[in-house]
C-alpha cells in the first residue's frame, strides 16, 4: 500500500478499515452479526466510498508536496544563480566607480557617510535578507547600470556589456515570478493537508463507530454460544 500523503497514524487507520470491509464483504457471520446492528450493503458501501476519499486526499496531499519541492528547487536555484551575477556586477561598479557617490548611490550601493572620515560605506542587502529588500535592490543595480549611459559605457568595457546587463535584469523578473510560484505551491500544500486531515477525521469517526458496533456484535455472540 502506497503510503505517501499520509502520516503513520493515517496509514493505521486506512489498514484498520480496509480489515473491518474486508470482514463484512468475505465473513459471512459476520457481515450477518452487522447486520443486526444497522450495518448493511449501503453502511459498508458507504465506509468504501469514505476510505477512497481518503485516499484520494492522501495522494492529492502527495502530489502537492513534490510539486511545492519542485517549486522551491527551481526557485533557490534562480535565486543563487542571479545573487551571483548581481554580486559580481555590485562588487565591479565598487571597484570602477569607488568615490563617485552619486553614481553609487544610484546603484545602490552608497549608503550613509562614516562618522569622522567622510569616506563612502557601501551598503548593500545580504542573500539572506528577506525577499522584498534583495529584489528591490537587484531590480535597482541592474537598472541604474542600464538606464545611466555613463555607468552603462564604463561596465561594457569591463565585462558588462548590454546584453548581460539585461539578462541580469531579466533573471531577477524570473526570479520573482520564481517565488510566487513557490509561495502558490506552498498555499496549495497547505489546502491539500488540511483536505487529508478532513477527510481522515470523516473516515475515522465511521471506523470507530464501526468498530464499536462489531465489539458489541462479537460478545453478543459470545454469551449466545455461552448459553446453549
Not at 497514524?9 to 457481515?31: M, S, W
Not at 444497522?38 to 502530489?63: F, I, P
Not at 529584489?135 to 543595480?141: C, H, P, Y
Request: proline share 1%.
Amino acid at each position: 500500500m502506497r503510503t505517501g500523503g499520509m502520516t503513520q497514524d493515517q496509514v493505521k487507520i486506512v489498514g484498520e478499515t480496509e480489515q473491518l470491509l474486508h470482514d463484512a464483504r468475505y465473513n459471512p457471520h459476520f457481515a450477518e452479526m452487522m447486520r443486526e446492528r444497522g450495518y448493511n450493503e449501503e453502511s459498508w458501501a458507504y465506509g468504501e466510498t469514505l476510505l477512497a476519499e481518503a485516499k484520494t486526499a492522501g495522494s492529492m496531499k502527495e502530489k502537492a508536496d513534490a510539486a511545492k519541492l519542485g517549486a522551491t528547487n527551481t526557485y533557490e536555484r534562480q535565486r543563487d544563480q542571479i545573487w551571483k551575477h548581481s554580486r559580481m556586477l555590485a562588487k565591479t561598479c565598487e571597484t570602477l566607480f569607488q568615490g563617485n557617490m552619486e553614481w553609487l548611490g544610484q546603484l545602490g550601493l552608497h549608503g550613509k557617510r562614516k562618522d569622522g572620515n567622510g569616506t563612502s560605506q557601501i551598503a548593500k542587502p545580504r542573500q539572506s535578507a528577506k525577499f522584498d529588500i534583495v529584489v528591490a535592490w537587484q531590480r535597482n543595480l541592474f537598472e541604474a547600470a542600464q538606464t545611466n549611459t555613463q555607468i552603462a559605457s564604463v561596465l561594457a568595457a569591463n565585462g558588462f556589456p548590454a546584453d548581460t546587463l539585461a539578462q541580469g535584469a531579466s533573471g531577477v523578473e524570473a526570479l520573482v515570478q520564481a517565488n510566487h510560484r513557490q509561495e502558490q505551491a506552498k498555499a496549495t500544500a497547505v489546502q491539500r493537508r488540511r483536505e487529508r486531515d478532513a477527510a481522515f477525521k470523516t473516515l475515522t469517526q465511521w471506523l470507530r463507530c464501526a468498530q464499536r458496533a462489531a465489539e458489541l456484535a462479537k460478545e453478543e455472540a459470545e454469551r449466545s454460544l455461552l448459553g446453549k
